[in-house]
């Protein structure tokens, strides 16, 4: 009762939201320089579910998600994120666009029983986790599924995402397994 038990590492994902090829490519060169190897890169999907960004990042925005080697102690999300969001301020300055943000960096960290996604807006489902940052339960693992909530993004429904969340959370068990 009075003992305190660490949380279990977890697997730190990254959603990518790029303008073009080109800053994917930049986008994704930056996350292994600054978080280290990645272990899964999903396919790229174009990111048509909402035109939220529209304004930001150009018409024809570009969705992918990579997952880290190495798992990460999810109390780091919110410094995580504030990382990511420097990048984004980099990668915008390098970038030879003239939008906004011509990408979008969303850490998350992905534990056995669900995803986690960092933000930096507050709303009624959200949790204040420091740093000026929130984060939400996005989906939960749960009886060999990924299943979404009312306030679940509408990308974060699709098939192909889920498909590569159950991956990344295979290999975080696996790599769970191993260090017992």
Known sequence: MWNLNAP???????????????????????????FGKTDFTSDVWPFDQTDYYKDQAGENILRQFVS???????????????KTNKLEQKLA??????????????PGIIEPSKLVLATTKNYSHRIYIGKKMYAEVTLVFDKGAWRPFDYT???YRQDCYHD????????????LKSKH
């Open 68 to 82: 880290i080697e190495k798992l990460v102690d999810p109390g780091k999300l919110a410094k995580i994120k504030l």
């Open 8 to 34: 279990k590492p977890a697997k730190l994902i990254i959603g990518i939201l790029a303008a073009d090829q080109e800053c994917l490519t930049a986008a994704l060169e930056a996350i292994n320089a600054n």
């Open 93 to 106: 300055e390098q970038s030879a666009s003239d939008l906004l943000r011509p990408v979008n960096l969303d």
């Open 164 to 175: 590569f969340f159950s991956k990344v959370r295979t290999q975080l068990l696996e790599q």
């Open 153 to 155: 993004y509408p990308d």
